[in-house]
């Protein structure tokens, strides 16, 4: 089946560890989008990119980083410059202009 | 800048019932305007897209319409049944990016 998928479904950081979540596609997508999401807010933009080897920071970015070196792959690094990572992480790819696919999303706590 | 609204924030009626989810949008220079379901912990499933030169999508039970010269979309729920429950999301699109409301969070009690 196509899909997006991003794991792992849950993972822990300790202060001062950079870590790094992963998001995969098969829907042969162009673009592919990472998201933040905290409760009772909308989702926010951290990156995106439209094409492999290349990437646009979002409204967000700073204490993030991102690669897209392949079509189906755009891992999200949380460093340790991000001082509040606590938070439901949602990825997602798009054929362009039309409707966004999301995985199931990776939620973030700090230990 | 592009600022997108729903209201309520969470809305609780009895099963059968129709209702009516709000979403507002500042900037009527939209690409096209979506939205989405979320349940608990999930990701986001698309529901209905309406293109800027449209007026309305419907999906089974859901019509969302779209009024680009209020800044305004609603989706109609109807007939409502428990397993809508859960948060719907509107976004508006422009320049290959989405802007996203903060989502109505809908309880539909047995």
């Known amino acids: 089946d196509g899909g997006i998928t991003q794991s792992p479904k849950y993972l822990f950081r300790k202060e001062g560890q950079n870590v790094t979540l992963s998001c995969e596609q098969n829907l042969n997508h162009d673009a592919m989008y990472w998201y933040r999401q905290d409760p009772g807010q909308g989702l926010r933009l951290i990156y995106y990119?439209?094409?492999?080897?290349?990437?646009q920071k979002g409204d967000i970015a700073e204490g993030y980083s991102v690669s897209r070196e392949k079509k189906e792959s755009f891992p999200l690094t949380v460093t340790s410059a991000q001082k509040n990572p606590t938070a439901f992480y949602l990825c997602?790819?798009?054929?362009?202009?039309?409707?966004?696919?999301f995985g199931d999303g990776t939620r973030l706590s700090i230990l | 800048k592009q600022e997108v609204t729903q209201i309520p924030a969470a809305l609780s009626v009895p099963e059968g019932e129709n209702l009516v989810l709000n979403c507002s949008f500042t900037?009527?220079?939209?690409?096209?305007l979506q939205w989405f379901r979320q349940d608990p912990g999930k990701g986001l499933t698309s529901l209905l897209l309406?293109?800027?030169s449209q007026r309305e999508q419907t999906s089974g039970r859901l019509n969302a319409s779209l009024d680009k010269s209020s800044g305004r979309s609603t989706l109609y729920i109807a007939a409502s049944q428990p397993g809508d429950s859960a948060t719907y999301l509107c976004a508006v699109a422009s320049n290959y990016q989405l802007i996203w409301g903060a989502g109505t969070k809908l309880i539909i009690k047995p």
């Open positions: 990119s439209q094409i492999v080897n290349d990437f």
């Open positions: 900037d009527s220079a939209i690409y096209n």
């Open positions: 309406i293109q800027s």
């Open positions: 997602a790819s798009s054929p362009r202009e039309l409707t966004q696919h």
